[in-house]
């Protein structure tokens, strides 16, 4: 399955950034020798091999003279990327109300094939209702109701990736915690665990649910998610959040490690028809 559009931007921006590095590293250029090239800064080329900033096409054809890129069909190849990488994703309209570092996020789970997931604290973003996230939004810092409610649009857009035509295959490890911390009240929570129930029959969608009774079985870790991505040349890339900055994490070692602690998690939770079971009974405790 191809990205392209907006959705695939931050994943274009990744994979020029990445080509850029592997160039540089092979003619055993600096990066402080690269920015003098284009007048810029050592950490201008570091943000821009990480994907983290937009391109500018005559950059990109005095970066690729500099390494000795003469091939003209490479060249208008990778150039050819720089107006790709830099259309804005739907996600640009909502950066007034997300986090500085989450906007990377959005672009590379909008343009994952397979997006694994493990939450403790509350259901994840792309599987709660407009209520739940409502109150998952307002529970947190203090925030506006306009802002709030842009929050929470932003997050309902996220979850139309579950639903395309070509839609990403998600796998969800919960806590137990997780699906019984009450937000919003009773009817919130009721309609908030129906429509786990609805997600897990999704032909994409695997929910497994780790009890309260299990312990001494998972990794010790918090939450964090795996997203994969159907072009060969990206690699795997873990996302952990933290209160002020998340973590992007693509070495395959470290990649391997989470990958692991997930296959953990998915042994020690139930399986898809007893997590349906244990949500049936505390929908009828709730």
Do not use: C
């Amino acid at each position: 399955m191809a990205v392209d559009g907006s959705s695939g931007s931050v994943v274009r921006r990744i994979l020029l950034g990445s080509q850029l590095r592997r160039l540089r590293e092979e003619q055993g250029i600096s990066r402080d020798a690269a920015g003098y090239a284009i007048r810029a800064s050592e950490s201008k080329i570091s943000r821009m091999e990480l994907g983290r900033v937009s391109f500018k096409s005559r950059d990109v054809e005095d970066l690729l003279t500099l390494y000795g890129v003469t091939d003209q069909t490479e060249r208008d190849a990778l150039v050819g990327l720089v107006s790709e990488a830099n259309t804005a994703g739907w996600w640009h309209s909502y950066s007034d109300v997300l986090p500085g570092w989450f906007p990377t996020y959005v672009g590379l789970e909008s343009a994952a094939s397979g997006i694994d997931v493990y939450e403790v604290q509350f259901v994840h973003g792309l599987l709660q209702t407009e209520e739940y996230a409502h109150a998952v939004v307002t529970a947190g810092l203090p925030t506006s109701p306009a802002e709030a409610d842009k929050r929470v649009g932003a997050r309902l857009e996220r979850q139309k990736r579950l639903y395309a035509e070509h839609p990403a295959q998600l796998k969800a490890v919960l806590d137990e915690a997780a699906v019984r911390r009450p937000y919003g009240g009773r009817q919130v929570m009721r309609k908030q665990l129906q429509h786990l129930l609805d997600a897990s029959e999704m032909a994409n969608v695997s929910l497994r649910v780790i009890p309260l009774a299990q312990h001494g079985h998972t990794p010790d870790s918090g939450a964090f998610t795996i997203l994969r991505f159907p072009e060969e040349d990206l690699s795997d890339v873990v996302y952990v959040e933290h209160l002020t900055s998340a973590l992007y994490l693509d070495k395959p070692e470290d990649v391997g490690t989470y990958a692991k602690a997930m296959d953990l998690l998915r042994v020690a939770a139930q399986d898809e028809a007893e997590s349906r079971e244990l949500l049936h009974g505390i929908i009828r405790e709730v």
